[in-house]
Nanobody
Framework: QVQLVDSGGGSVQAGGSLRLSCAAS????????VAWFRQAPEKEREGVAA????????QYADSVEGRFAISQDNAKNTVYLQMNSLQPEDAAIYYC????????????????????WGQGTQVTVSG
């Protein structure tokens, strides 16, 4: 059974940085689509970035392009989200999600396809 544990959230001032981690266990496929989503209070959950764990191919939402970077450590089955130049509008609960066995990031922001979700990690940005 695939499980995801996301971590790394915290409180920063505007302009600061955080790195989130999504550690996967129980994987049965070499390639897996992994994405980060976020949900702010009273807002819909939105896709932030995605990558194929095992292959690469980062994808980004327009709102974070150039500020956030998604990466992977295949040996650790972990996906990272480096968030720089954080702004108050980036504050949200961030979730990682996985669609096991998917090798193509086409349509990555469609959250309905993801079958496994992490528990979420809170990101607060002040200023």
């Amino acid at each position: 059974q695939v499980q995801l544990v996301d971590s790394g959230g915290g409180s920063v001032q505007a302009g600061g940085s955080l790195r989130l981690s999504c550690a996967a266990s129980g994987l049965t496929y070499r390639n897996n689509l992994v994405a980060w989503f976020r949900q702010a209070p009273e807002k819909e959950r939105e896709g932030v970035a995605a990558i194929i764990l095992g292959r690469g191919g980062p994808q980004y939402a327009d709102s974070v392009e150039g500020r956030f970077a998604i990466s992977q450590d295949n040996a650790k089955n972990t996906v990272y989200l480096q968030m720089n130049s954080l702004q108050p509008e980036d504050a949200a609960i961030y979730y990682c999600a996985m669609n096991p066995g998917v090798r193509d990031a086409y349509g990555w922001s469609n959250q309905l396809q993801y079958r496994v979700w992490g528990q979420g990690t809170q990101v607060t940005v002040s200023g």
